[in-house]
């Protein structure tokens, strides 16, 4: 994007330097409706440059959790510019809803995004900025405080990410000993993330008590713009998932306990391979990892290819595992350079690739809808987003040959894709079932916060795996998901997007040419439309209900058989 508005080469460094430009907003005179857009232009525009700078903060230090000056600068932004910017960017919304030329505003998006500004508006209270700053230098805590875990073994210090790789170990004994090593590794920070969890909950429900809400739930539902479905459609998918997606859980772990002849099917033996191979190896390293990425791509579209070379040649992908670097994986969008960043944990397994293509779906949606005009209509809700990523994940696998050139191993990586799928939905009920139950009783202790878990694990969870002796273990396992700490209640989207990616999936295997011109179509919309009409578009239903989830795991099950 060339500047027009904001100075070219102009830098964020104090909020004294960036208020002139909010100062010149708020005080220019909207006389027509083309004045309001080009005054939505230019506000967009500082959004952008304010938010790639964030986003460059943010960045470097997930990078390098280890180095205090990249930290100090993120923490800088959230202290010292971001609680200056939220009042006046409620002033700017206010003045928006105010201009009585926004009903002339008729192109595609701005019902949308009028929608929005409304929304924010009616949330906006001062006295939770504060809070806002507080929840945020609470929130980067979960990544420093996972980035310092490592164990070591057989001589080497590891990360945990790395350590899983001996979790595929057909030998048991080393299972076993790894496991228990990365989860007493856990263990040692239980009481932390304990503390720390019961600290973002009592922020985060006072923020909602500001806002006028019973509970942080309904707060959060309506923060997060959910406007196309209902707290009770959440509920409703919770029972759906446990009718209908963990019955194929249960008889897989079955199948498995059965095959590797096991008295006792243990949580160190749920990722090994049934029939007693080695893990699989789709790549060596990170440069292989891409160059293979790329060529996968290439088949599913040329475009898709090419995203992902601009952003290797632009040095936007950080991708293998290593100490001092925070866990996860993350596409982020950067508005002005319009080119996105992938950031992950690569040590060279099959849920690397999985990782790597569900990213570069996320990276491919923000190359799509780059073309237009507001950073806002380039902001689509996750429901969204989740479908081009979970999308590329099952679109991706038609074309895995790439990654694994002997037929038995390309066999094997699409049913550990397929029951991956089968696994996602349960976990996902799991904790966002948790999040609904630990935001309608704030003021719970930790041993209720347990026992709430072990009850909701007990409904979701595998009636296989046997936790005999690692009741404690089973007690914290929600504390390795950084949703619950960073992004609250930011997860069901995975559910509904999972189910619209599998419809992709099943419309790619009737006619890959239309499918995936559906898939480009919807993405370039970017959020111009709502969310059912942005899945129409895909060639799919905004759909959760019991049918249509019964419909889709029983499509998901027979392509599973046929492996």
């Known amino acids: 994007m060339n500047r027009s508005y904001v100075q070219s080469g102009f830098v964020i460094t104090t909020w004294d330097l960036l208020k002139p430009y909010f100062d010149e907003l708020l005080a220019r005179p909207l006389t027509n409706a083309e004045t309001l857009k080009q005054w939505l232009k230019d506000y967009s525009e500082l959004t952008a440059v304010i938010s790639e700078d964030m986003a460059w903060r943010y960045i470097k230090m997930t990078c390098d959790t280890a180095n205090q000056a990249l930290r100090d600068r993120y923490n800088d932004f959230v202290q010292n510019i971001d609680p200056h910017m939220a009042p006046l960017a409620n002033d700017t919304n206010k003045k928006i809803m105010a201009c ?241 960043f992938i950031f992950m944990n690569s040590v060279g397994l099959h849920r690397d690739l999985t990782t790597m293509v569900h990213e570069g779906g996320h990276a491919i949606h923000s190359f799509l809808y780059s073309e237009q005009d507001l950073v806002e209509f380039k902001s689509p809700p996750s429901e969204v987003a989740e479908l081009a990523s979970m999308s590329m994940e099952l679109l991706s696998m038609e074309h895995w040959d790439v990654f694994f050139k002997n037929a038995e191993e390309l066999r094997r990586a699409k049913k550990q894709q397929l029951e991956s799928v089968m696994d996602t939905l349960p976990w996902i009920a799991t904790i966002d079932k948790f999040q609904h139950w630990v935001y309608l009783h704030p003021e719970h202790t930790v041993e209720e916060r347990y026992a709430a878990w072990r009850n909701i694990m007990a409904e979701f969870g595998s009636h296989v795996v046997d936790y005999t002796g690692l009741e404690n273990q089973l007690n914290r396992r929600w504390q390795v998901q950084l949703h619950l700490f960073e992004v609250p209640f930011y997860y069901i989207e995975y559910g509904f997007a999972q189910l619209g990616a599998i419809a992709v999936w099943r419309n790619y295997k009737m006619n890959p040419v239309r499918a995936i011109e559906q898939y480009k179509e919807a993405l370039t919309i970017g959020y111009t439309r709502s969310i059912p009409e942005i899945y129409k578009a895909a060639g799919i239903k905004f759909d959760f209900s019991p049918a249509y989830i019964k419909d889709l795991m029983d499509f998901v099950k027979k392509e599973y058989d046929t492996l």
């Open 100 to 340: 009585p030329f926004r009903s002339e505003l008729k192109e595609e998006g701005y019902a949308i995004y009028l929608r929005g500004i409304a929304n924010s508006i009616e949330l906006f209270r001062e006295e939770n900025i504060p809070l806002q700053t507080q929840l945020q230098e609470l929130e980067q805590q979960f990544g420093a405080i996972n980035g310092d875990q490592s164990i070591t073994y057989q001589g080497e210090t590891m990360t945990l990410q790395k350590a899983s790789v001996f979790l595929k170990d057909l030998n048991r004994s080393i299972r076993e000993e790894v496991y228990q090593l990365v989860h007493n590794r856990r263990g040692q920070d239980e009481a932390k993330l304990n503390d720390l969890f019961t600290q973002l909950i009592g922020v985060r429900n006072q923020i909602a008590k500001n806002a006028g809400f019973d509970n942080y739930r309904d707060y959060k539902h309506r923060s997060l713009a959910r406007f196309d479905y209902s707290v009770e459609d959440c509920l409703n998918f919770h029972e759906s998932v446990k009718k209908y997606a963990v019955p194929l859980i249960d008889a897989h772990d079955a199948t498995r306990k059965q095959k590797l002849k096991l008295e006792s099917y243990r949580p160190w033996d749920t990722s090994v391979d049934e029939d007693g191979l080695p893990p699989l190896r789709p790549f060596g390293n990170a440069r292989e990892l891409i160059e293979k990425t790329i060529e996968c791509f290439n088949r599913l579209d040329p475009y898709f290819g090419k995203c992902v070379r601009t952003m290797d040649e632009m040095g936007r992908l950080d991708l293998e595992s290593r100490l001092g670097k925070a866990p996860g994986g993350y596409q982020y969008p950067l508005y002005e350079t319009d080119v996105p």
